[in-house]
C-alpha cells in the first residue's frame, strides 16, 4: 500500500517554523541583554520591599509610631537638602541594583559524582574498621561517610587530594601490617599511579591521607651552598627538613629544601651505599658526589661497568685516578688501605706528641665505587682477591682518618657486596621504580609514602643512619661527552670540573693514583 503523502503546510512550513524560532530566541536574547539593568533594579526593588515589609510585620505595635515618625522626620530632611531627592533616588536605585545581582552559588561540599567516591571509598573500609561486638561503630554496612569522613579535598578530575579519616579506638595502628592493608586500599581506591602520603595519629584515632606532588627535576649540577663536610644528595619535600638552600634554574633563583649528608670525623654516617636499577641514577648520584668533594678533598674513582661516565673527571686537579680494568682498580684500593692506616698512624703521633694533626692527614679522601660486583666477578675468574676485602680498612676507619666510601649497586646484585660495605654504610639510598620491599630491604624501614611504578632518573628515597626516609630527587649531572645530553646540563657540568693537570710524559699509561708531585726546577737562564 503506497504511503500518502504529508500535507502541504506540514512538509514545506517546518523550514519556516524553525527559522521564527530561531529568529524569536534571538530577539529575546537581546531584549534580555538591553533591559537586563532594569530587571536587575526590578528584582533589587521587590526584594528591598519585601525585606521591609518583614521588618515592619516584626517591629512591635508600641513601636511602630515612633518608626514612622523618624521615617517622615527623614524625608523631609532629605526633602529640604539641596539634591537631596535626587541623591536619595541614585542612592536607592544603587542599593536595588546591588541587592538584585545575580550571585553565583558558592559550593559548600562534594558535588553528587565526588559523594559517590566517598561512599564507595567508606564502604570499602567497612570490613577492617568494624567488629560485630561494637554495637556504636562508626563504620556500619550501609552507613553514610559523613560520620567517618572529614575535610574532603578534590582536584580538577574529581580524585581526592587530601582526606582525614576518623577510625575506631580498637584498630591496631601501632601494627605494621594493618597499617599496611589499609593504605594499600586507600592507594587503589583513591587512584594509582600517584604518590600518596599516610600520617597515622594513634592518640587521636585519625589517618590523614594526602596526595604528594611530583619532586622538580629542573634541578641541575651547581655550587651549592654548603660547608665543608656538607654533601647534597638531592632535594626532598619542603615539610621534611627544616632547612632551604638557594637554587638557580634556568634564570630563576629559589630555595629548595635540601637532603644534606654530613662526612668527617663527628659524623655518624660517615660512609654511603646507593642501590638502584639500570637507568635509576646512581652513576648521576656518584657524578655529582664527585664534584662537590672535589673543591675540598681527592678523589678516588673505581669504575666496575667499563662504560666510561667517569671520562669527564679524569686527568682532573683532585682526581687521583679513575680506574676501570681490574688491574688498576685493585692497586689504587690498596694504595687507598694504606693511605689510611699511614693517616691514623701519623694522627696517632702527632696526638701522643701534643702536636697538631699534620695537614696532609686533614684533606679528605674520597673512595667511590660503582659495580664492585662486577669486579668481584672478574677478581674470582682470574685468582685475585675481591676488591670488596681492600675496602674493609677505609671504610672501619675511614671516619677517624677523613676518608669516605661511597659505593653505588644494583638491586639484582646485593648478594655481591661485602658484610663491612653492608655494615659501615649507614647512609642509604634507593633509586628507581621500586616496591615496599627493595626499599626496606636496602634502607632499614618502608617509606610513608606509596612508590610510583614510573618516576624520572634520580627519583627515590634517603634515609641517613636511623632517620626517617625522606623522598628524595638527585640534581640532574649527566656525563657531558654524552650525546644525548642537553645543552644546558652539559655546560652545568663543565663549569663545575676542576682545571685539567699536565700530565708528565714518564707517567703516562701508568696504572693508579699519581705519584705525589714534586717541586718545580728552577729554569735556567
Not at 570499602?124 to 562508626?138: I, K, Q, R, T
Not at 689504587?332 to 701534643?354: V, Y
Not at 675511614?398 to 663491612?420: K, M, N, P, Y
Amino acid at each position: 500500500m503506497g504511503r500518502r503523502p504529508l500535507p502541504r503546510i506540514l512538509s514545506s512550513g517546518t523550514a519556516q517554523i524553525t527559522r521564527g524560532r530561531e529568529i524569536a530566541r534571538t530577539a529575546a536574547d537581546s531584549a534580555t541583554d538591553v533591559l537586563h539593568p532594569l530587571i536587575t533594579v526590578s528584582r533589587g526593588l521587590r526584594e528591598l520591599t519585601g525585606t521591609a515589609r518583614r521588618k515592619w510585620a516584626d517591629t512591635p505595635k508600641e513601636k511602630r509610631g515612633p518608626t514612622l515618625f523618624m521615617v517622615a522626620a527623614g524625608l523631609v530632611a532629605v526633602a529640604f537638602i539641596p539634591y537631596g531627592p535626587l541623591m536619595a533616588l541614585i542612592a536607592l536605585m544603587g542599593a536595588a541594583a546591588w541587592k538584585g545581582r545575580v550571585r553565583t552559588p558558592v559550593t559548600t561540599g562534594p558535588n553528587e559524582a565526588e559523594a559517590g567516591r566517598l561512599q564507595s571509598l567508606y564502604d570499602a573500609l567497612v570490613p577492617y574498621f568494624s567488629v560485630p561486638e561494637d554495637p556504636a561503630s562508626v563504620f556500619t554496612h550501609g552507613g553514610e561517610w559523613t560520620a567517618a569522613f572529614s575535610d574532603p579535598v578534590f582536584d580538577g578530575n574529581g580524585r581526592l587530594i587530601a582526606l582525614r579519616i576518623a577510625y575506631p579506638a580498637y584498630f591496631p595502628d601501632g601494627e605494621e601490617e594493618p597499617r599496611s592493608r589499609i593504605e594499600q586500599l586507600l592507594h587503589a581506591k583513591s587512584g594509582r599511579g600517584r604518590e600518596y602520603r599516610f600520617t597515622w595519629d594513634e592518640e587521636g584515632n585519625q589517618l590523614l591521607m594526602s596526595v604528594l606532588p611530583a619532586l622538580p627535576t629542573s634541578i641541575a649540577a651547581q655550587r651549592f651552598v654548603t660547608v665543608p663536610g656538607e654533601t647534597v644528595l638531592g632535594f626532598t619535600d619542603a615539610g621534611a627538613v627544616q632547612r632551604t638552600i638557594p637554587v638557580t634554574t634556568g634564570e630563576e633563583t629559589r630555595d629548595a629544601p635540601p637532603v644534606v649528608w654530613r662526612t668527617g670525623h663527628r659524623s655518624t654516617e660517615p660512609h654511603l651505599l646507593a642501590v638502584g636499577d639500570p637507568g635509576s641514577g646512581t652513576t648521576t648520584l656518584l657524578r655529582s658526589i664527585a664534584l662537590q668533594a672535589l673543591p675540598y678533598g681527592d678523589v678516588l674513582i673505581i669504575e666496575g661497568s667499563g662504560t666510561g661516565e667517569y671520562a669527564c673527571l679524569a686527568g682532573r686537579s683532585g682526581v687521583l685516578a679513575v680506574e676501570c680494568a681490574l688491574g688498576g682498580a685493585l692497586a689504587s684500593l690498596e694504595w687507598a688501605a694504606h693511605e689510611t692506616e699511614r693517616r691514623l698512624i701519623a694522627a696517632n703521633r702527632a696526638r701522643q706528641g701534643g702536636l697538631p694533626v699534620p695537614d696532609d692527614t686533614r684533606r679528605p679522601l674520597w673512595i667511590l665505587v660503582d659495580r664492585p660486583g662486577i669486579l668481584g666477578h672478574l677478581a674470582a675468574a682470574d685468582g685475585h682477591p675481591d676488591p670488596q676485602e681492600l675496602l674493609q680498612v677505609p671504610l672501619r676507619h675511614g671516619r677517624a682518618a677523613q676518608v669516605t666510601v661511597v659505593v653505588a649497586e644494583q638491586f639484582d646484585s646485593l648478594d655481591t657486596l661485602s658484610e663491612a660495605v653492608r655494615t659501615h654504610t649507614r647512609a642509604r639510598v634507593a633509586l628507581g621504580p621500586v616496591g615496599f620491599g627493595e626499599i626496606e630491604a636496602v634502607l632499614g624501614a618502608a617509606p610513608g609514602t606509596t612508590p610510583t611504578p614510573d618516576v624520572p632518573p634520580g627519583r627515590g628515597y634517603a634515609r641517613l643512619g636511623t632517620g626517617p626516609v625522606l623522598r628524595l630527587q638527585v640534581p640532574a649531572t649527566p656525563d657531558p661527552y654524552d650525546d644525548a645530553t642537553s645543552e644546558a646540563h652539559r655546560r652545568a657540568v663543565l663549569e663545575l670540573l676542576p682545571e685539567r693537570v699536565p700530565t708528565a710524559p714518564e707517567q703516562r699509561g701508568t696504572v693508579g693514583p699519581p705519584a705525589e708531585p714534586q717541586d718545580p726546577v728552577p729554569a735556567e737562564g
